[in-house]
């Protein structure tokens, strides 16, 4: 079913610091399906990574990584956990 709640991780990259509030605006925006956050300033490459445990439908997870992956200089992937 398509409004079942799934368990996922979530990677981010941001390759420019500048865009770390957008960043932040947007995970903020979908707090309701953020169970967890781990952010790590990575100095000696110049990049932030960021990752999520979220526990959401498959569609407000899309909408979360999309919304990210739609600011420059951030890379987005998502893994969902397999239905049982």
Do not use: C
Not at 9 to 17: M, W, Y
């Amino acid at each position: 079913m398509e409004d079942e709640k799934r368990l996922g991780i979530v990677g981010i990259f941001v390759e420019d610091l500048e865009q770390a509030d957008g960043v932040n605006d947007v995970i903020h925006e979908s707090s309701s399906i953020v169970v967890a956050r781990m952010g790590i300033p990575y100095k000696e490459r110049e990049v932030s990574v960021i990752s999520l445990l979220v526990d959401g439908t498959a569609d407000e997870i899309n909408a979360l990584t999309g919304s990210l992956g739609r600011i420059p200089s951030v890379s987005v992937k998502s893994m969902l956990r397999k239905d049982k």
